[in-house]
């Protein structure tokens, strides 16, 4: 009797560990299932948007690739008062529309530019949904060149700039800045001082990642832009990449790592 009760309770206890696994390894994943965190303020199946301080917002959207298959890919919300900026659109016009819709309805904001940190799909995939509603984007002369190479056509005039941009929303400053190649030639971050948050697109991986997308990249370059990064923003508090989960500074610290010039 006393064999078959230890039995039961260790069929029990490894149930529950199972279980437990499963849903983490269901959570993390970030695919259209729903998504248990406390920061998620809005999701449906193309659209996830977490608040993650008191003006930063994490948007992530969903790009289906050949080589990795179904893809988190993430952007970052600025709102101050009842003006916002945005870096990388969502990948797709509908995700795009849902973001739009809930800066105007459930912040009450109006989206006053929108920033590519680069010329892939995942930065620039929902840009017609914007210049349907006249909203700004801005953009490196390289990133215009590159997204005219691929045959990207604009129904309105782009804001150009060279390695760096300020912009002013209700008196908080936010920067767009180009530090050197990595991911791809043209890849810049943006920086909000206000909350110490940089967000980093595709130049900055997740703790844990492999190498990603190397198509376009510069692998010897890498390291040392992202070096320039943590020189000028020691302090940083918030850093979101282009795919995968936000931290702080150890994600400056992972990347430089992973693409050393030894482990490349």
């Keep these: 009797m006393t064999k078959l009760l230890v039995a039961l309770c260790l069929f029990v206890v490894l149930s529950f560990v199972s279980c437990k696994e499963e849903k983490q390894k269901v959570d993390t994943s970030e695919s259209n299932i729903l998504v248990v965190d406390s920061l998620v303020v809005y999701q449906t199946d193309n659209l996830m948007i977490r608040r993650l301080s008191n003006h930063i917002y994490e948007h992530v959207s969903y790009l289906n690739t050949k080589d990795f298959g179904k893809v988190g890919c993430n952007g970052m919300l600025v709102v101050n008062e009842d003006k916002g900026i945005l870096f990388d659109t969502p990948t797709d016009n509908q995700s795009s529309l849902e973001l739009i819709n809930f800066v105007t309805q459930e912040l009450k904001s109006d989206i006053v530019a929108v920033i590519p940190t680069h010329f892939h799909e995942d930065c620039v995939g929902g840009i017609e949904a914007f210049e349907k509603q006249n ?54 971050i943006g920086y909000f001082p206000e909350n110490n948050t940089i967000f980093g ?12 997308n190397l198509e376009d990249a510069n692998t010897n370059d890498w390291s040392e832009t992202v070096r320039k990064i943590k020189l000028r923003y020691p302090e940083v508090e918030i850093v979101i990449p282009g795919h995968g989960k936000w931290g702080g500074i150890e994600l400056l610290d992972y990347t430089i790592e992973l693409f050393e010039k030894s482990n490349i």
Excluded at 139 to 159: C, D, H, R, V, Y
Excluded at 168 to 184: L, P, Q, R, S
Excluded at 201 to 212: D, N, Y
Aim: with cysteine.
């Design 135 to 188: 909203i700004p984007m801005y953009a490196t002369n390289q990133t215009i060149e590159l997204l005219k190479k691929k045959g990207q056509n604009f129904s309105k005039p782009i804001n150009n700039f060279d390695n760096s941009l300020t912009l002013d929303i209700k008196g908080k400053k936010v920067f767009a800045t180009y530090f050197g190649e990595g991911h791809t030639k043209d890849n810049i």
């Design 201 to 212: 697109g595709c130049l900055i991986k997740k703790v844990g990642a492999g190498k990603g």
